[in-house]
Structures are given as C-alpha cells and as structure tokens.
T-cell receptor
Framework: DGGITQSPKYLFRKEGQNVTLSCEQN?????MYWYRQDPGQGLRLIYY???????QKGDIAEGYSVSREKKESFPLTVTSAQKNPTAFYLC????????????????FGAGTRLSVL | GNSVTQMEGPVTLSEEAFLTINCTYT??????LFWYVQYPGEGLQLLLK?????DKGSNKGFEATYRKETTSFHLEKGSVQVSDSAVYFC????????????FGTGTRLLVSP
C-alpha cells in the first residue's frame, strides 16, 4: 500500500541533544512538508521541500533542520537550539509543487510525538 | 495573508444529532478549501474538498459548500455517530504560485451514545 511512514511513533529528547524524525513516502510525490501541532494551535509549517535537493523554511523553522537527498525521504532534525520541542510532528506530501489544483492535496503520516526528558 | 477561523470546541452531541462546524476564511483570489479529520493519536486524513465557488464537497455523510459571498465553508452532517468523534480542521490553499496549506485551530467533536 502507498503511504507516508513516520518513525518513531514516540521519541524522547534529553537536554542538549539533537534528534531526527524520519519521514518516508512511496507515493512518488514531489513535495513534502513538516508540521508541528500543539494543543489548541492547529498545525504550523516548519519546512517544506518542492523537489529533491531543495527546501524552504516555513513559519517556525528556528531550531529545526531538514534534508531532501532522495525523493522518498524528508527527515527532520530537532536541534538543541529548539528550546520547546515537545509537540506532535506531522509529515505530509503532495503530488507536485504547483498549487491551486485538485492534485495538490496533502496526505499525512501518522505522526511522531516528541517529549523532553 | 490567508487565514482560517473555526468555531472553538469541544462540540458535544448525542448520537444521531445534526452537526455543524463553522469555518470562515480570509484570502485573495480563489483558494481551494479542505476539511481534514484527525482521530486520536493519528495523523490527518482528508475528509472533503472544494476548489471553486458553490462547489459542494462530500464524503462519509459529511458535506461542505464553498460560499464565496460569505467566505465560509461550514461542515455539516445530518446524523453523527460515536465513531465521528475526532478533531476537525478547516484549511485553505491559495491559487497562485506555491502556496502553503493554512489550517484553522481545529474543532473537537465528542459524540455520546
């Protein structure tokens, strides 16, 4: 079955530690996204990538980093500079980078819940 | 910039009651509009969408009509079930260039037997 796989489901970070969240998709989608979800705040865009080897900052990129070396993969690193990392992180993908068409529906993974020890 | 406003929850209903979750938006041009649903501990699933004015999206008994004159996209269902308990997000995407998906804050629906 095609879909988006996020791992791990739960992750714990120690003080001063960098952690990496995995996101893999087998939908052959060009664009991928990372969102952060906090209670009562909806989803906020961290980074997005429209094509391999290219990515842009979203609304809350500080303290995070990404890479896009393969079409299928878009890992997110939460660095020690992110002082409040506890949240639910969602990865999404869409078929292509052009907006305004029905084809640009975003599909989501099941999420990773990150907590601080 | 583009924005979405949803009614605050939780919305608490008995099974078979009628559901309305209000959503209004601010955007230029002709954005596409979406409702996503999130079940406990899971990611978001697309529930329905509408891409132009007066379009009605529908799925699993849920409906929403794209009303440009009132900039609204209210979600409705005639008879809710316990299994509909979830958080519902209204979202929009602009129609020019690469536009991010803008989400409302979500509305939690609790349906009791």
């Amino acid at each position: 079955d095609g879909g988006i796989t996020q791992s791990p489901k739960y992750l714990f970070r120690k003080e001063g530690q960098n952690v990496t969240l995995s996101c893999e998709q087998n939908l052959n989608h060009d664009a991928m996204y990372w969102y952060r979800q906090d209670p009562g705040q909806g989803l906020r865009l961290i980074y997005y990538s429209q094509i391999v080897n290219d990515f842009q900052k979203g609304d809350i990129a500080e303290g995070y980093s990404v890479s896009r070396e393969k079409k299928e993969s878009f890992p997110l690193t939460v660095t020690s500079a992110q002082k409040n990392p506890t949240a639910f992180y969602l990865c999404a993908s869409s078929i292509d980078r052009w907006s305004g068409t029905y084809k640009n529906i975003q599909y989501f993974g099941a999420g990773t819940r990150l907590s601080v020890l | 910039g583009n924005s979405v406003t949803q009614m605050e929850g939780p919305v608490t209903l008995s099974e078979e009651a009628f559901l309305t979750i209000n959503c209004t938006y601010t955007a230029t041009g002709y954005p596409s509009l979406f409702w996503y649903v999130q079940y406990p501990g899971e990611g978001l699933q697309l529930l329905l969408k509408a891409t132009k004015a007066d379009d009605k999206g529908s799925n699993k008994g849920f409906e929403a009509t794209y009303r440009k004159e009132t900039t609204s996209f209210h979600l409705e269902k005639g008879s809710v079930q316990v299994s509909d308990s979830a958080v519902y997000f209204c979202a929009l995407k602009g129609d020019t260039g690469f536009q991010k998906l803008v989400f409302g804050t979500g509305t939690r629906l609790l349906v009791s037997p």
